[in-house]
């Protein structure tokens, strides 16, 4: 049972350049979510998917873009990266209707 | 807008004593609160939750209170121990999770 799982765990890219985050998680959860965290602002949501085939913006969306491809994934895709978006990523699942999420071990993306 | 604060980013105590983290929050629809633990490198885990009609609930040395008239809860850690050395979030559902910004616990042996 690896819970959630991110890759990769580091990435360094050029302003204007895209990447995918991957996100999975095998515990058959129906929610997910895409955070980011910034030193004093906490984690801050930038999309969830609350069932497979929804997804919906949280507080922080621009300049991201989410796929629920199945159950068991949910990747996050920075088309056009910026300084801004420096930042470690957070994936999270939980039970439809859920409390507590159950978040991966992070990605720390610097953009240049 | 942030409607969860922490308001101290660190807290530094000795082993055995109590630890005791605060959190603030604006928005009065908020449901549940929650407390998340985090170590470096690795994701928040959750640790601890209170529904917003209590105002107490407790899991072994973690106890957590809700003030809801200050808009105000509360993490007690009795007692502390080195492996609670960490950064606590504060987190507040509402129409989606807030997070406060954390508050780093260290343990003195």
């Known amino acids: 049972n690896a819970g959630v799982t991110q890759t990769p765990k580091f990435q360094v890219l050029k302003t204007g350049q895209s990447m995918t985050l991957q996100c999975a998680q095998d515990?058959?959860?129906?929610?997910m979510y895409w955070y980011r965290q910034d030193p004093g602002m906490g984690l801050r949501l930038i999309y969830y998917?609350?069932?497979?085939?929804?997804?919906d913006k949280g507080e922080v969306p621009n300049g991201y873009n989410v796929s629920r491809l199945n159950k068991r994934e949910f990747s996050l895709r920075l088309e056009s990266a910026a300084p801004s978006q420096t930042s470690v990523y957070f994936c999270?699942?939980?039970?439809?209707?859920?409390?507590?999420?159950?978040f991966g071990p992070g990605t720390r993306l610097t953009v240049t | 807008d942030q409607q969860v604060k922490q308001n101290s980013p660190s807290l530094s105590v000795q082993e055995g004593r109590i630890s005791i983290l605060n959190c603030d929050y604006t928005?009065?629809?908020?449901?549940?609160f929650l407390w998340y633990k985090k170590y470096p490198a690795e994701g928040p885990t959750f640790l601890i939750s209170?529904?917003?009609?209590?105002d107490k609930n407790e899991d072994g040395r973690f106890t957590v209170f809700l003030n809801k008239s200050a808009k105000h809860l509360s993490l007690h850690i009795v007692p502390s121990q080195p492996g609670d050395s960490a950064v606590y979030f504060c987190?507040?559902?509402?129409?989606?999770?807030?997070f406060g910004a954390g508050t780093r616990l260290t343990v003195k042996p």
């Open positions: 999270a699942s939980s039970k439809l209707g859920g409390i507590e999420q159950y």
């Open positions: 515990m058959n959860h129906n929610s």
């Open positions: 998917s609350a069932s497979e085939g929804t997804t």
């Open positions: 928005n009065s629809m908020f449901d549940y």
């Open positions: 209170i529904s917003s009609i209590k």
């Open positions: 987190a507040a559902r509402g129409y989606d999770m807030r």
